[in-house]
């Protein structure tokens, strides 16, 4: 099916540990990015990618790492996971801003415990 | 840091009635603007966009006001349903950096709930 697709929907795991959300989408959008949702702050760009092998920082990169080999694949991965980073997490892909807008991931709820 | 955010964080209304939900922003350079619906358990939806060339634009059942002058953004829904109820975020995007695309700063959110 055509469409952006996260997995895992849930996932718990402990503090300390390495831990990779998945982002795919089917439409081969030039860009893709990751937000972090918690209550207060919205939604939060963490990292974005223009294009296959082309990735750069948002307001928020600090613990997390992304790679970016496909064009319809965007892994986001925690190196070392910790509490403030349990959150929602939304994976994004756009065409072109203005054409196209953003179309968003169902989302990864992390719980880091 | 420039940032995008909202009057008010909650809105009750009655079913068939209008709504409202306004939005301030900041940045002077942003281009373009999105608002969001987002429902319980689900991503962010795209409702309507506008241009920071353009003053009003319309949808279906929804309208998109912009004010340069003030920095404020509206969104106003027509005949608001019960499905409706949701959190709505404006978003701005500023290309001020030139590249092709811009990222999306968010607001905080309204969540409007709508009565039967």
């Known amino acids: 099916d055509a469409g952006i697709t996260q997995s895992p929907r849930y996932k718990i795991t402990e503090t300390g540990r390495q831990v990779t959300l998945m982002c795919h989408q089917t439409?081969?959008?030039?860009?893709m990015f990751w937000y972090r949702q918690d209550l207060g702050h919205g939604l939060r760009l963490i990292y974005y990618?223009?294009?296959?092998?082309?990735?750069d920082k948002g307001e928020v990169p600090d613990g997390y790492v992304v790679s970016r080999s496909k064009t319809e694949n965007f892994p986001l991965t925690l190196e070392s996971a910790t509490r403030s980073q349990t959150s929602v997490y939304f994976c994004?892909?756009?065409?072109?801003?203005?054409?196209?807008?953003?179309?968003f991931g169902s989302g990864t709820r992390l719980t880091v415990v | 840091g420039e940032n995008v955010g909202l009057h008010l964080p909650t809105l009750s209304v009655q079913e068939g009635d209008n709504s409202i939900i306004n939005c301030a922003y900041s940045?002077?350079?942003?281009?373009?603007f999105i608002w969001y619906k987002q429902e319980s358990g689900k991503g962010p939806q795209f409702i309507i966009d506008?241009?920071?060339?353009?003053d009003k634009r319309q949808g279906q059942r929804v309208t998109v006001l912009l004010n340069k002058t003030v920095k404020h953004l509206s969104l106003q829904i027509a005949a608001t349903q019960p499905g409706d109820s949701a959190v709505y975020f404006c978003?701005?995007?500023?290309?001020?950096?030139?590249?092709?695309?811009?990222?999306?700063?968010f607001g905080q959110g309204t969540i409007l709930t709508v009565h039967p």
């Open positions: 978003a701005e995007i500023s290309n001020a950096g030139g590249t092709s695309y811009g990222k999306l700063t």
């Open positions: 990618s223009a294009a296959a092998d082309i990735t």
């Open positions: 439409w081969s959008h030039s860009y």
């Open positions: 506008i241009r920071s060339n353009m």
């Open positions: 940045n002077s350079a942003s281009d373009y």
């Open positions: 994004a892909s756009s065409g072109g801003f203005e054409v196209y807008g953003y179309t």
